[in-house]
Structures are given as structure tokens and as C-alpha cells.
């Protein structure tokens, strides 16, 4: 297999006139040039190079090889720069694309000059794109453990209970978890990421609330609190403009703590400098 490395060196060679001037120009060592000559000659088993008059020049086989090795580094600078110059393409459950992910993608993007191409839904969808290949890193809710990825935890985020502004437990920073039954909560079904949380913290008493499903999106839950349609349990990160603006107020449950772990979902075998893992790298440990 021929080395592009080599092929290279014998392109410099040939430009520069010499090997001297060819090793300056790819920072090698004249003996390190010269090795990779006699390698490549090895490799097609003919002479490419000879001296004359001073000056390095192809030989009749060097003559016939210098615009295949040129076609042969072309392409693969071609394929480096598409390669490493395509949007990373970065894949979001809906409330962590929304309201957590937006910094962290516009401080990476600066930082390194990497282009972003965002994709935000459910975490089924994204779960799918990621397995599809349709996805190079996945932001998520959770993750199902399916073979050739691995998840990395992110960061924990805490659950609220919102209710209205003119709500009767708005003057209150807590309420015992028995009071959630019989409440109407909008979402939160056992399936959700939520429903999830709230079985594993409540146990037993989860299964006595009454949860309404079929508003799709935070922000659909959200204004039908505010109307009065009912409570919710969302994220934190979620009600920071309508807890500001006195429209919502967010609770705790007594003696719970309720959040979720953010995961970020890669494949198992990332290449250091892959802007993939420059980008987790750069959400767990910072700039």
C-alpha cells in the first residue's frame, strides 16, 4: 500500500529541486527525506528519482508516477478538508437543545471555528438519528445503552413544580408530595423522562397521580399552567423568564430531590482531534 506520506515527499522533491530544500519545506530531517524515497522506490519496486547536473529529477518511472502521486495527495487534502470542515452535526432532546445546549454550542463554535448543525425532538428521535448515523453527538434526557456508543454524564438538572402566579400554593416553596394527588399535572406521564424521575423518587405514591398527556412541548405545558389548566413538574433551566416575570412560581417537594442527568451520547471509538470530540470534551470539562 502506497504511503501518502512518501508520495508527498516525493512531490517535494521534485519541486523544490532537492532533497535539502524538500525536507525545509515539510520540517523532516534530509536523512528522513531520503528514507522516504528509497521506501516508496521499494514500494513500486523502480527508480523515481536520479540526480542530474546538481538537481534531483524524475526518472521515466518517477515521470509517469508524479501525476498519479499529485492526483493521490490531492484527493486526500480534499477528503481532510471535507471531512473536518463539515458541520458537526449535533443532535438534542427537546428541552436540553432548547433551553440548556444554545450556550455550549455557541461558545464552542467560536472557540474552535466549527460549524454546527443543530437537530432537536423527542429523545426517541434522537436516539434514532444517532443510530442512523444521521448524528455525530446526541445531547439527551437518556440514553437505552444500545452497543457502539457510550454516554458521558453532562450535568444534573432540577426538577421544578410550577404552578400559576395567582395559584394558591404560589406563596410557597414547598409542598409535601401526598398534596400532588389529585392535582391535575400536565405531563409527566410514566413513559416521559419525568414520569421516569417521579417513580424512582416517589415509589408507590406515583402511581396514585393523576397525569395528562398530549401538549407535546415545554412551552405548550407551560402556558396551559398559566391558564389555570394545571400544575406541571419541568425542568429549572426551563421557567427562568416566567418565574422572572412573576407568571409562574416553582416549588419543591419536601424531603425529594427531584433531577435529571443529562447525558452526552458519542460512538465508542471517537478520534481525538474529531471535532465530535472536541465538542464533548469541551461541554464536560469547559473551554
Sequence with gaps: MLSLIHARTFLAVIDEGGFRPAARKLSLSPSTAIEHIRQLEADLAAPL?????????????????????????????????????????????????????????AAFGKVHGVEIEPWIGSNPAVADRLSRGLADVAVMEWWDGRPGFKAQPWRR???????????????????AAS????????????????G?????????LADRLTTVDGYGSTEAVKRAVRAGHGISIVLAS??????????????????TKLEKEISIISTSSLPKQSSSARFVAFLVDGP
Design 179 to 194: 398534596e400532588l394527588v389529585g392535582t391535575r399535572i400536565l405531563g409527566g406521564e410514566p413513559r416521559s423522562g419525568t
Design 238 to 255: 426551563t421557567i427562568a423568564d416566567e418565574i422572572g416575570d412573576g407568571l409562574l412560581a416553582a416549588l419543591d417537594i419536601e424531603g
Design 196 to 204: 421516569t424521575v417521579l417513580r424512582k423518587q416517589l415509589g408507590s
Design 49 to 105: 528519482l536520479v540526480r542530474l547536473r546538481g538537481q534531483v529529477a524524475p526518472t521515466a518511472q518517477g515521470a509517469v508516477f508524479e501525476p498519479l502521486a499529485r492526483a493521490l495527495v490531492s484527493t486526500a487534502e480534499r477528503a481532510h478538508e471535507l471531512i473536518t470542515k463539515a458541520p458537526l452535526r449535533v443532535a438534542a432532546s427537546s428541552n436540553v437543545g432548547i433551553y440548556s445546549l444554545q450556550p455550549g454550542i
Design 157 to 175: 438538572e432540577p426538577l421544578k413544580v410550577i404552578v400559576a402566579g395567582d395559584h394558591p400554593w404560589a406563596c410557597r416553596r414547598s409542598i
